[in-house]
């Protein structure tokens, strides 16, 4: 048995900057491809397909087609180095990797390649396939790890199915009529919020990720032309757009969403001027719950820093900090929602302490007002969210203290003006010769961590000091060590 | 002009989070991987705090390498 994905209830695929449209007879032609593809490795003890591409209407028939094949589909980022895709490699000894075009990611070896555009089916593939069930994993989004230990959310179709259809009740299919996507396809906002979820609701999915600056200039004489009822950004998207592009001249926006970090109500209130609606939305959404699962909108509430609504389906609850949980008040926010994750792949150390007796512990410290609106003033976990992304800052420690010349690194977040946080870190050399390499210089670490991970978790700023401060308990508090910097100077 | 380019690199360097040395002078959009639409957003918002003026958004726009946020400077009104 397979999951069968119904086309003729799905949208439509238009990828802007090249010009193509993909009907949902062509997503199915070519999710049918992939999965006669893949039917003949994937298998239930090999599941795991990556899809090293994204952006593109090719990617979401790759993604439905390891659906088809009843694989467990990897989303990664494109600009995955070789280094990481060598450690997802061996984390999840996949069936294959998609790479959606001749120049792809570096494939791991003995992990069969594919290309959907390029590869032949063979016809009698179609008679092979894993079984499936809704609950079996079918997605799995790194969120961090994938230098060293990997943390890969997995949710199962059910969960996403639930996510699907909670946006839908919220939202409304008839603002999702032409949605535009400005995200990367391998986040859960991106991918689940503002790709899958207009696609399952027949809508016609417009494709502009990875915008460049000139193209920013065209957003508001875009939105009008294709006539576009939603989009989705992260706020760091938004000072640039509001900047550079004239509002669209006509009214088309039925409903924007802006989540990944925390909007100011200034510029909540900006966007809402500029895009000509007040169905602005601050979103607080999580990959582990399948992004969106709280919202709050200015056609509902005046703007407010930290307002992040109330919950999408499911319910929230605080733990106190002398552990009690209620339904009301101040603490870390936990969750239960239909689609929450099944946990963290082959992670039981990791998965327990934030899944707990049905609820989710999401890290996150707020409010939760008798009408049961969330609002959130911080975190306790450490990432570091740089425009919408998240930074752990432990993993870049870790790969910074691989380095010979480097005795012990560590990260912490920094204010900044148009990302929201940047990544800081705080590194003392190894005394003398190591490994008979002088001593390195921070532009040859920093072009060592390129070469090793993502390049939105290579520090942005870097110094150099004598001692890393630990606090009496010889730990260390990143607070303190920003502010140790801070007092020092770059360098 | 030495200063100017001095200056230039600089507000380029702190935007972008790197060492003026690491930037060649040839400097552009296409040769400076660390040069994302972020990294320009931070440029612009430096060379307006160094200006005391705002941009005007064709000029945000065009600002494409370090030759041309010197020009910039060297236009600033009251230069």
């Known amino acids: 048995m397979s999951i069968t994905i119904d086309f003729g209830a799905i949208g439509s695929v238009t990828d802007l900057r090249q010009g193509t449209r993909w009907t949902a007879e062509d997503l199915a032609r070519a999710t049918e491809h992939t999965a006669a593809l893949l039917r003949p490795m994937v298998t239930p003890d090999r599941p795991h397909v990556v899809i090293g591409h994204g952006g593109t209407p090719m990617f979401f028939a790759d993604l439905f087609g390891v659906w088809a094949a009843g694989g467990c589909a990897v989303c990664v980022n494109p600009g995955i180095t070789a280094g990481e895709m060598s450690v997802i490699g061996n984390f999840l000894n996949p069936a294959a990797v998609l790479i ?18 390029r590869d032949k089916a063979i016809k009698k593939s179609l008679l092979g396939g894993a079984v499936r069930t809704l609950d079996d994993p079918a997605l799995i989004l790194f969120t961090s790890g994938t230098t060293g230990a990997p943390k890969g959310v997995v949710h199962s179709l059910r969960s996403l199915l639930a996510r699907i259809g909670l946006n839908r009740v919220y939202m409304g299919d008839a603002s999702l009529a032409r949605s535009l996507c400005v995200l990367p396809t391998h986040f859960g906002h991106g991918l689940i919020g503002n790709c899958l979820t207009p696609l399952f609701a027949g809508g016609e999915l417009l494709l502009w990720s990875g915008m460049a600056m000139k193209e920013m200039v065209d957003l508001g004489a875009t939105l ?26 006509r009214r088309c926006l039925q409903r924007v969403h802006i989540g990944s970090a925390p909007l100011s109500s200034a510029l909540w209130k900006d966007v809402a001027h500029w895009a000509g609606t007040d169905s602005v939305v601050n979103m607080y959404g999580i990959t582990e719950t399948a992004n969106w699962i709280a919202g709050a909108s200015l056609a509902d509430v005046p703007a407010e820093d930290g307002l992040i609504g109330t919950m999408w389906g499911g319910c929230a609850a605080v733990l106190s900090v002398d552990g009690t ?3 009301r008040g101040e603490g870390e926010i936990l969750v239960q929602t239909p689609s929450l994750m ?5 992670r039981p150390d990791l998965t327990e302490p934030v899944l707990r007796n049905g609820w989710y512990h999401t890290g996150d410290s707020g409010h939760i007002d008798g009408d049961g609106r969330i609002r959130l003033v911080g975190r306790r976990k450490s990432e570091i969210n740089k425009a919408g992304v998240k930074v752990h800052p432990e993993e870049v420690d870790l790969l910074l203290e691989r380095h010979p010349g480097v005795a012990e690194a560590c990260c912490f977040s920094m204010p900044d003006p148009v990302s929201g946080e940047i990544v800081g870190v705080a590194v003392t050399l190894a005394a003398g010769e190591t490994d008979g390499q002088p001593t390195p210089e921070i532009a040859d670490l920093r072009d060592w961590c390129r070469a090793r991970i993502k390049a939105e978790c290579v520090p942005d700023r870097w110094y150099t000091v004598a001692e890393i401060p630990k606090t009496d308990r010889g730990k260390v508090n990143r607070d303190r060590v920003r502010d140790h910097c801070l007092r020092q100077g770059p360098g | 002009m030495d200063d100017l380019r001095m200056r230039a690199r600089g507000l380029l360097a702190d935007a972008l989070e790197l060492t003026p040395d690491e930037l060649p002078d040839d400097a552009s959009i296409e040769t400076v991987d660390a040069w994302t639409s972020l990294g320009h957003m931070r440029l612009i918002l430096g060379i307006e705090a160094s200006m005391a003026m705002q941009l005007d958004a064709a000029l945000v726009i065009e600002i494409g390498s370090l030759d041309d946020i ?5 236009n600033a009104p009251g230069r």
Request: hydrophobic residues 40%.
């Open chain 1, 100 to 117: 959606g075009k001749e120049d792809g990611p570096v494939v791991p070896d003995g992990v069969p390649s594919l290309c959907s555009v």
């Open chain 2, 70 to 74: 010197v020009s910039v400077l060297q």
């Open chain 1, 224 to 249: 009008a032309e294709h006539d576009v009822t939603f989009m989705s950004s992260v706020p760091a998207f938004w000072p640039i757009a509001l900047r550079l592009s004239t509002a669209p001249p």
């Open chain 1, 342 to 346: 099944m946990g963290y792949h082959a």
């Open chain 1, 325 to 327: 949980m209620r339904s």
